[in-house]
T-cell receptor
Framework: DAGVIQSPRHEVTEMGQEVTLRCKPISGHDYLFWYRQTMMRGLELLIYFNNNVPIDDSGMPEDRFSAKMPNASFSTLKIQPSEPRDSAVYFC????????????FGPGTRLTVL | KQEVTQIPAALSVPEGENLVLNCSFTDSAIYNLQWFRQDPGKGLTSLLLIQSSQREQTSGRLNASLDKSSGRSTLYIAASQPGDSATYLCAVLNSGYSTLTFGKGTMLLVSP
């Protein structure tokens, strides 16, 4: 398996623009997570899905953030409109609800909002 | 709310030293604990996963221990090498949830 795939790897945009981050989880995994990493706050969970259904979005900072999972192999995280304080690395992770419940992380998307 | 603390925040050692990284958590009702490695500008690589019923896990020069009752875990790295330089993150999977709570990490530098 190729692991968790994220695109783009880097995104530079201007304030006010819409940004869409994409994630393909590991095949067969039933959980998908979106995290954000900043120097100040470390790694924070934004939202997670189970079987394509959003379970907990309490970590989503504002209404400007939205996430979807239309099928088991694809998820998006959208920021509209983007602001400079959204600059961070966004990670997607997936796991299978089995004995180990081990999460596997993608390479991340480095977002810079100017 | 679960909180995870890692000490020290940064560590610099000469090559060949054995070292210990510490992780503590406030809620002992955890399902498992994972240690990750993160290289600069890269993603997270899982190093070791310890189930709540286990005491330790070993992989090569790495050994992770878990004392759930005291809310502590340690990552022991034997005979450190410059290639071990990275940030090491501890994360706990909370019982009843699927969410990981991360520490802020320990930045390790091993000098030749």
């Amino acid at each position: 398996d190729a692991g968790v795939i994220q695109s783009p790897r880097h995104e530079v945009t201007e304030m006010g623009q819409e940004v869409t981050l994409r994630c393909k989880p590991i095949s067969g995994h039933d959980y998908l997570f979106w995290y954000r990493q900043t120097m100040m706050r470390g790694l924070e969970l934004l939202i997670y899905f189970n079987n394509n259904v959003p379970i907990d979005d309490s970590g989503m900072p504002e209404d400007r953030f939205s996430a979807k999972m239309p099928n088991a192999s694809f998820s998006t995280l959208k920021i509209q409109p983007s602001e400079p304080r959204d600059s961070a690395v966004y990670f997607c992770a997936s796991s299978f609800r089995g004995e180990r419940n081990e999460q596997f992380f993608g390479p991340g998307t480095r977002l810079t909002v100017l | 709310k679960q909180e995870v603390t890692q000490i020290p925040a940064a560590l610099s050692v000469p090559e060949g030293e054995n070292l210990v990284l510490n992780c503590s958590f406030t809620d002992s009702a955890i399902y498992n604990l994972q240690w990750f490695r993160q290289d600069p500008g890269k993603g997270l690589t899982s190093l070791l996963l310890i189930q709540s019923s286990q005491r330790e896990q070993t992989s090569g020069r790495l050994n992770a221990s878990l004392d759930k009752s005291s809310g502590r875990s340690t990552l022991y790295i034997a005979a450190s090498q410059p290639g071990d330089s990275a940030t090491y993150l501890c994360a706990v999977l909370n019982s009843g949830y699927s969410t990981l709570t991360f520490g802020k990490g320990t930045m390790l530098l091993v000098s030749p």
